[in-house]
């Protein structure tokens, strides 16, 4: 049998020596897969920007709902409020503006001003005004009709004010003189009487008399055993003034 022939195999002739070396499979998958999936990633990552761009504008597009806030009060709701509650006051300023002294009658001319201080008007306003004097005894003698007189102010506004003018008439016979000796003495007494829908009913009381020569604000009392005649420079001053 004759012998194969010197020099490289058969098998080495038809298959090259590189052929049968293995080849790195990292190379292959780098080089084949991942150029071909840059694109799709980077499109997908342009998609969820987009997405998330889009639903933040949505978001800031979107209406907010307002809060409906408590009603606040007006300032002249509150105002009218504030003076409705608070109390009405009133001040009143006495002049004697004549007296006179005659055989029979003693009358007084005064005018009365009434102040309103609070922030609400007053209305019907019935004043009442009576010539009294101080008794030494506890009984009540009744008074002639002419030492009473009634008048109303319909309405005093606001920090404003309404005066009224009258005259009071009081007998002598109904007159208990005081005696300062065997001096008789007369001290007149003003009893205001304020009543009105608005506020409680109120009593202010004036005494009257001639200013007082030695004691400054001090009164003294009109003397009845001089000449008939006008009594000048009667002062009225309050004796239970708030």
């Known amino acids: 049998m004759p012998s194969s022939p010197a020099g490289p195999g058969f098998g080495d002739s038809l298959i090259p020596p590189e052929a049968n070396a293995p080849v790195a499979p990292s190379s292959a998958l780098g080089a084949s897969i991942w150029p071909g999936l840059w694109p799709w990633l980077a499109g997908a990552l342009a998609v969820i920007v987009a997405l998330?761009?889009?639903?933040?504008?949505?978001?800031?597009?979107?209406?907010?709902?307002?809060?409906?806030?408590?009603?606040?009060?007006?300032?002249?709701?509150?105002?009218?409020?504030?003076?409705?509650?608070?109390?009405?006051?009133?001040?009143?300023?006495?002049?004697?503006?004549?007296?006179?002294?005659?055989?029979?009658?003693?009358?007084?001319?005064?005018?009365?001003?009434?102040?309103?201080?609070?922030?609400?008007?007053?209305?019907?306003?019935?004043?009442?005004?009576?010539?009294?004097?101080?008794?030494?005894?506890?009984?009540?003698?009744?008074?002639?009709?002419?030492?009473?007189?009634?008048?109303?102010?319909?309405?005093?506004?606001?920090?404003?004010?309404?005066?009224?003018?009258?005259?009071?008439?009081?007998?002598?016979?109904?007159?208990?003189?005081?005696?300062q000796g065997s001096a008789p003495l007369l001290i007149p007494l003003l009893h205001v009487t304020l009543e009105s829908p608005d506020r409680e009913t109120e009593q202010r009381t004036f005494v009257v008399g001639t200013p007082s020569p030695v004691t400054m604000g001090r009164l003294q009392p009109i003397r009845l055993d001089v000449a008939p005649g006008g009594i000048a420079g009667l002062k009225a001053q309050p004796v239970n003034a708030p």
């Open 52 to 179: 998330i761009a889009a639903r933040i504008l949505r978001r800031r597009r979107q209406p907010k709902v307002p809060r409906l806030a408590a009603p606040a009060k007006r300032p002249a709701a509150d105002a009218a409020e504030q003076a409705a509650a608070t109390p009405l006051r009133l001040d009143c300023q006495l002049d004697i503006t004549g007296a006179a002294r005659s055989v029979m009658m003693f009358s007084i001319d005064y005018r009365l001003e009434v102040a309103n201080r609070a922030d609400r008007a007053v209305r019907d306003l019935a004043i009442t005004i009576r010539l009294d004097q101080p008794r030494q005894d506890s009984t009540d003698a009744s008074l002639a009709d002419t030492a009473e007189e009634r008048q109303t102010i319909p309405r005093i506004g606001p920090q404003q004010s309404r005066s009224i003018t009258g005259t009071l008439r009081l007998p002598l016979a109904a007159i208990a003189p005081l005696r």
